[in-house]
Each structure stands twice: as C-alpha cells, then as structure tokens.
C-alpha cells in the first residue's frame, strides 16, 4: 500500500477517535470531499470566467459563475451592489488582496492586535501585512470586550485609511454597525473579516457585516464547514467613487498574487454553499452556539477562568494560570487524554504565543459530529479532570 495512503488511513481513524474542539477546524461532509477529489484538479484556469488564459474551460466557467451566484446568496448580497471572488487560496491571501485592491503600502490601517484575538494578517510585525502597512492596533477592555468607544478615539487620533473588524480568538458577538459608524466618522474604508464566525452569519445567528462593511473576507473552512479556501465579497463602489472595487479586488488577486484558481476546491466551496443554504444549516448554527455556552457554563462551574467570562459564538478562551498551568502543557495534557485544543495568548497576555497563558476551545466540529449540550457536559467533565486534579 502507498505510504502516503497509510498515513491519511491513521489520520483519518484520528479524526475519528479524538474530541477535536479546534474551534478552526470543522468536518466537511462526503459530497465536499468527493468535490474536493474531483477532476476539476486537472484543470488550469488562470483567469476569470470568459476570460481564460487556457483553453477547455466551458465547464469551468459553468462551476465559477455558479459558486459565485451562490456565494453571495448565502451571505445575502445582491450582486447588483456587490461582487465576490472565490479565488484565493486562503485566508492569508484574501487579507492580503483586500488591501492591495484599496491601500498603497504604508498606508494606514486599525486592526485587532494579535494578543487581543486578531489573527497574524490583520498586520502583525511577523506577517508581510504588517511590513507592507501602517498599522495601529485596538483590543479589548479589562473585562475581555471590545470597546467601540475606545476604537473611535483611536481611529480619530491614528485616521486609518481602512478598519478591520473581525478577529480569530474573540469569544463575542461583534457589532459591524458600530464599526461602520466608526469608519463614517474618520473616513475610513470597513472591511471584516468573518472567517471565523462565517457559518454563524449564514445561519442567521449572528449580526451580518452586509450591508456595513465594504469588503468582507472569509475563509471557507471553519464554522462555514467548506474546503480551505477564502472568499472576498466587495462593494463595487465605495465612497461614491468611479473606481469599481470588484474589479480591482480581481486584478489583485488573479494575476497580483496568484496564479491558477483551484477550481475543484472552488468546487467544494459551492458544494458547501448549497449545504448552506439549507434549512438544517441553520439549526447547525444555532446547536454550535448553544453548545459553546453549555461548555463555557460547565467549565466556569468546574472552576476555569473564561476570558470576557463565557462566549456568544462558537469559541471559548480560556486562562490556564490561575490553575497554575501554561497553555502548552495544558493542551499536550489534553491532547494525551484523546481532547484537542489549541494553546492561545489571552487578553494582556505577557508570555510569547509559543507557550501562552491561555487554551482556545470551540464546537463547530463536534456539532457536525452531532452533539448536543448534554455532551458539553460530559467534555467539561473531562477536561476538568485532566487539568484540575491534576494541577
Ligand atoms: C480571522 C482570520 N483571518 C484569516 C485567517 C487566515 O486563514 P488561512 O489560515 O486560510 O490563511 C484566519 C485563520 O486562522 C483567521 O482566523
């Protein structure tokens, strides 16, 4: 037997046997995995639909322009006011494209810091966009929770070009209507980045950045539950301008920074979308948020310290040094007990992100597994077990 196919066997039984509450990670169903394997990765396609570098993309074409429709369906944009490209091949790149398409390098931008629960790209020194812009950082406050006044004052001091909102490790609801107003009051341009919380927008469990924001990012693969790929929807003018924002998000993406589209995960991304749209989406949705409260109320009780002290989304940081544990040997602990998480910086976290103070958790991918909050209780039950009596 292929090595290669022995290894994915052993993974494949490890993903079967652990409880994975990696709130990035989810569990794709059959028909994504079968597009994801499917003969549209034979196929070059550099370009955009009607406009192929490569000949034999009638069908190619067919798929992109549906995944597109569907793509905005699912997010509720109307494609008269917004476009979509399903392009990028991750997260990492869309970020990267958005501000391409609006900014010039060292133009100013306000992101989430990275120790607050924004993700590397939204301009931390290690990642090229914090080398390429000007960046200035909000958090949150004492109690683990944006500050919208607090964004304001330091959006009207730094007059960012452009805000994100959106973050990787932020436990609550995020309010794109406040970040729009903030943005109107500076001039600045709003993108968010919902790679996180996509699937809970789809499902209509949290607050939609459309119409707020002028770009939204996503990747695909999260709560989203789709392959790992990224999404950018824009605006096609902003500020009343000529400049058609689509367009230029295109050009940046296809041939700015990327060659040929991975047209079979854009297959899956489509596959995904209609499982979105789905009736049972939504009750996916929802069953992921209820789980991560019942887990955070399980965990609180057992005595864990939660960040902002619960979650209303799918995720759940939580400090591990008032049980006098570091986040790294908590994880490995865990992880020995059949229980995956990722060790993560908290809020003023004065430790480096290779060994932080604080562990992440998240439902996505036990709710696809079909858990219900009974089960929180018996996971919580767990990971106190593992790490209480323990310490
Ligand atoms: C908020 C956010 N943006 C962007 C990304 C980057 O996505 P990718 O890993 O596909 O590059 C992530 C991934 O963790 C994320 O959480």
């Known amino acids: 037997m292929s090595k290669v196919i022995e290894i994915l066997r052993k993974e494949e039984k490890r993903q079967k046997t652990v409880i994975n509450l990696i709130p990035s990670e989810n569990y794709v169903s059959k028909n994504v995995l079968r597009a994801l394997g499917s003969v549209f990765t034979n196929k070059y396609a550099e370009g955009k639909s009607g406009f192929r570098y490569y000949s034999g993309n009638k069908f190619t074409d067919e798929l992109e322009d549906y995944v597109k429709e569907l793509g905005l ?27 391409l398409s609006v900014l010039k390098s060292g133009d100013k931008i306000l992101a989430m810091s990275l120790e607050h629960g924004g993700h590397l790209t939204h301009g931390h020194k290690v990642s090229m966009t914090g080398q390429l812009f ?6 949150v406050n004492t109690k683990g929770f944006i500050d919208y006044k607090d964004i304001l004052k330091i959006a009207k001091k730094f007059r960012p070009k452009l ?4 973050a990787t490790a932020y436990p609550r609801e995020i309010n794109f209507k406040k970040f729009r107003e903030i943005a109107d009051e500076v001039g600045a341009l709003l993108m968010a980045d919902v790679s996180h919380i996509a699937g809970l927008i789809v499902g209509g469990v949290h ?7 002028d770009i939204v990012t996503s990747t695909t693969h999260k709560t989203l539950r789709g392959p790992r790929g990224a999404i950018i929807i824009s605006k096609h003018q902003i500020q009343k301008s000529k400049f058609n924002l689509t367009e230029s998000i295109d050009k940046t993406v296809f041939p700015g920074l990327q060659g040929g589209p991975q047209m079979h995960t854009i297959a899956a991304m489509g596959v995904a979308f209609e499982e979105a749209l789905q009736p049972s989406f939504k009750k996916y949705a929802n069953q992921v948020v209820k789980n991560a409260k019942k887990l955070a109320e399980e965990l609180k009780r057992a005595g864990f310290k ?13 400090d591990v040094t008032s049980l006098g544990l570091l986040g790294k040997e908590a994880a490995d602990r865990l992880e020995a007990n059949g229980i995956i998480v ?3 910086s ?14 992440r958790l998240g439902t996505p991918a036990v709710t696809t597994q079909g858990m219900k909050e009974e089960d929180m209780v018996e996971i919580a ?5 593992t790490l209480i009596s323990k310490s």
């Open 306 to 318: 939660l960040i902002s002290g619960g979650t209303d989304n799918h995720l759940i940081l939580v």
């Open 346 to 359: 908290i809020p003023f976290d004065t430790r480096k992100p290779w060994d932080p103070s604080g562990i």
């Open 73 to 99: 369906k699912v997010f509720g944009a109307s494609s008269k006011e917004y476009g979509i490209n399903v392009q990028p091949y991750s997260g990492s790149i869309a970020n990267l494209a958005a501000y």
């Open 342 to 344: 990722n060790k993560n």
């Open 207 to 213: 607050l939609s950045p459309i119409p707020y924001a």
């Open 381 to 385: 039950k767990r990971i106190a077990e």
């Open 163 to 166: 805000i994100v909102a959106g």
């Open 134 to 139: 000007s960046f200035s950082h909000y958090g």
